[in-house]
């Protein structure tokens, strides 16, 4: 069974950065789908963006040109890199990864932005 481990959430203000990480218990050459979505109080589970097994990826409107979505194979992570992040922008982020048979979650990242 899959696992998976998300790290770099925190306090930030407005215009400010942030790093998500993601590792999974496996490589991550292994996944159709690597995801990161996040939920807001009060608000569905959206997706953020996400990178395809060919490293093609997609954004949700509210993110592009800000927000960017890698794979660091050597470190076998997934990462999330986040500028010019708005209040907006708070919420707890889950990484998501998928195969044919498996479709796991993180625990998720609180994500604040605030001044």
């Known amino acids: 069974q899959v696992q998976v481990v998300e790290s770099g959430g925190g306090l930030v203000q407005p215009g400010g950065s942030l790093r998500l990480s993601c590792v999974p218990s496996?490589?991550?050459?292994?996944?159709?789908?690597m995801a990161w979505h996040r939920q807001a109080p009060g608000k569905q589970r959206e997706l953020v963006a996400m990178?395809?097994?060919?490293?093609?990826?997609n954004y949700a409107d509210s993110v592009k040109g800000r927000f960017t979505i890698s794979r660091g194979i050597a470190e076998n992570t997934m990462y999330l890199q986040m500028n010019s992040l708005k209040p907006e922008d708070t919420a707890v982020y889950y990484c998501?990864?998928?195969?044919?048979?498996?479709?796991?979650w993180g625990q998720g990242t609180q994500v604040t932005v605030s001044s």
């Open positions: 496996r490589s991550i050459l292994s996944f159709n789908v």
């Open positions: 990178i395809i097994a060919n490293g093609n990826t």
């Open positions: 998501n990864v998928q195969t044919p048979r498996d479709n796991t």
